[in-house]
């Protein structure tokens, strides 16, 4: 079993900056893929970001790119992810995932074996 907690949501205004981290426990971190994803109201979940397990390779939405940063630390066993420029349309609840395969960098939320339970992020105008 993987716990995993994520932390740094709020409210920001518009062009602002946050970071997001989730806090993993239960299983060796390097051995897992971690993502991000987010679910707006009304919406379906939809994928944020991924790093592999080793933290060697990235992977992120269209929506984001050039934004957000996804990043790892192996031996805190904590996932970030830093947002920049954030837009009104960034507001959801942001939630941190984990496959067991360290090296594929899901982007649909059924690739993921483990969840958070989710940190609001909302973005004022």
């Known amino acids: 079993q993987v716990q995993l907690g994520e932390s740094g949501g709020g409210l920001v205004q518009a062009g602002g900056s946050l970071r997001l981290s989730c806090a993993a426990s239960?299983?060796?971190?390097?051995?897992?893929?971690m993502g991000w994803f987010r679910q707006a109201p009304g919406k379906e979940r939809e994928f944020v970001a991924a790093i592999r397990g080793p933290g060697d390779g990235t992977s992120y939405a269209d929506s984001v790119k050039g934004r957000f940063t996804i990043s790892r630390d192996n031996a805190e066993n904590t996932v970030y992810l830093q947002m920049n420029s954030l837009k009104p349309e960034d507001t959801a609840v942001y939630y941190c995932a984990a496959d067991t395969n360290a090296y594929v960098m899901g982007r649909r939320p059924w690739e993921y074996d483990y969840w958070g339970q989710g940190t609001q992020v909302t973005v004022s105008s």
């Open positions: 239960g299983r060796t971190f390097s051995g897992l893929a």
